[in-house]
């Protein structure tokens, strides 16, 4: 078979040719996300489309707007803020309380369910913190995708096999960053090793200023929120 989702899926997701033993893993990675100081301009659901080859209707990453007002909480993300963000008119910015943006992704998290659920064992978790799916082994039944409680997970309409994202993979496990980590212009995204005590990621856990999504699920995420405002679902 010289093309096919099998071959492209491999290509995407190739494992390491040595798995590091799980009990020796050199890193620990972690993702810090900081809501003060993402500006909602799409650099990273850009930067996350090109990498890593994601359809036009998907995405592995994008960036929720929300919008507090006497009347309620609006929350809006159009094309995943692919082009970012149209400035509010005057009368909505008569209305508004507070206004910030929300990066999402997978969470990389240590009791994920979407493994729990997979009936092929394709999607695994690896022993530096990335949670994979293996295409050469996805049967596309969807049941990790129904199965997240964060919503990240689709059906790659290409390829038809369960896709989110894998923390660039191809790039961490080489040392590099996520491609969306690399062009933040404002460091709202981090990614760093909390085996490294001088890594920025480091010292901003040990702070304890952090929050993770939906706790009361339980599934002890690997991403990690600065400034989050209890609004954010
Ligand atoms: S956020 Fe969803 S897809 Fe990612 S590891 Fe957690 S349960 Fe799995
Ligand atoms: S690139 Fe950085 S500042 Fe821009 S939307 Fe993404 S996280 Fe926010």
Redesign the pocket.
């Known amino acids: 078979m010289a093309s096919g989702p099998g071959v492209a899926a491999t290509k995407k997701f190739a494992l390491p040719e040595n798995i590091p033993d799980p009990y020796k893993a050199k890193h620990h990675w972690i993702y810090v996300i900081n809501i003060n100081n993402c500006i909602g301009c799409g650099n990273c659901v850009r930067a996350c489309k090109r990498e890593n080859s994601v359809p036009d209707t998907v995405f592995r990453t994008w960036v929720e707007r929300y919008l507090l007002t006497n009347e309620g909480v609006y929350v809006e993300s159009p094309k995943g803020a692919l082009e970012g963000f149209e400035h509010y008119n005057e009368e909505i910015r008569k209305k508004a309380i507070r206004s910030f943006t929300v990066p999402k992704l ?4 240590h009791q ?4 729990q659920v997979c009936p092929v064992g394709a999607t695994f978790k690896a022993p530096e913190g990335h ?1 994979l799916v293996d295409w050469t082994h996805c049967i596309g039944c969807a049941y ?1 995708v129904q ?4 919503a ?2 689709f059906i790659n309409p290409v390829e038809h096999k369960a896709d ?1 994202c894998s923390w660039c993979y191809h790039r961490t496990s080489k040392g590099m960053r996520p491609a969306c980590v690399t062009v933040c212009p404002n460091k709202a995204r981090l990614w760093g090793d909390m085996n490294d005590n001088e890594a920025e990621v480091t010292k901003i856990f040990n702070e304890g200023q952090w929050m993770v999504l939906k706790p009361q699920m339980h ?1 002890d ?1 690997s991403v990690f929120y600065v400034g989050l405002p209890k609004e954010v679902i």
Do not use: Q, S
């Not at 994920?112 to 493994?115: D, F, H, T, Y």
């Not at 199965?147 to 964060?150: E, I, Q, S």
């Open positions: 997978c969470n990389h998290c994920p369910p979407c493994v949670v990790c199965a997240c409680p964060y990240v997970r989110k599934t995420p």
